[in-house]
């Protein structure tokens, strides 16, 4: 279902597509959202499976890749789980993918977020005309990183919210589950190595950032086990 998402949203975002078409291409990705929020991914989440990391391969969509990875990363950081970015060069040009570590319950809840925030900022690109004067590459570039930035920041937030009343001796089983991952991503990528930081030329960090604080984070909850639970958005 989530694949079914990421396509409509790629047709979307292509250029040959009117806005017209785009925004009824977006308003289905959101129906299907919430629907497989409430029928899969919740359900999922809550069937009694054993507690072991799990790895996930994500396949990124044209345009905006690298943008997109971010935004990913930090839904997976927020959600206790570690994201590593792969890019490749083919005959077809960029190609990026990024592997997702984290226990199952956990990953579940990162891709269902994802792919929300995706179409939510794919509705959102739709809604604003890049400003006279600007590239609307770079423009939309920065934007979606704006977008990314501020939901970075309140999923932190959240989860810091979240953890302040927890029983007792959860921050040990917190911190086991997090060493667990951590050896699972060496094991993986023994050599991994830190991205380096990249420069944006446009100007639409804040305008992404505005739209980033008004995102539907889904009602995001961390629980005491050190599970993250992630509902249909509004």
Known sequence: MLD????????AE??????AEA???????????????????LLDARRERPAVVGSRLVELNAPYLREKAYLLHVVAAALRCRSIRLERRTAD?????????????????VELLFASLLVQAARGLLREPVPGGQQ???????????????????????????REPAAPGTALVL???????DLAVE????????????RLSGGGFEAG???????DLGGVRVEATGRAEVTAGR
Not at 209 to 215: H, I, K, L, P
């Open 175 to 181: 911190a086991d589950r997090e060493r667990a991952v």
């Open 187 to 198: 094991a993986e990528y023994p050599n991994v190595r830190a991205g380096r930081r990249r």
């Open 136 to 162: 609307p590459a770079a423009w939309r570039r920065s934007w979606l990183i704006g977008f990314g930035s501020a939901v970075a920041q309140r999923l932190t937030a959240a989860a810091a919210r979240e």
């Open 209 to 215: 950032n505005e739209a980033g604080q008004r995102a």
């Open 14 to 19: 292509d250029p040959a597509c009117t806005p």
């Open 23 to 41: 925004d009824a291409l977006t308003a289905k990705a959101a129906a299907l959202i919430a629907k497989y929020g409430i029928d899969q991914a």
């Open 93 to 109: 040009g960029l190609k990026v993918s990024v592997h997702l570590f984290g226990f199952d319950s956990d990953v579940a809840g």
């Open 4 to 11: 079914k998402v990421r396509k409509l949203l790629a047709k």
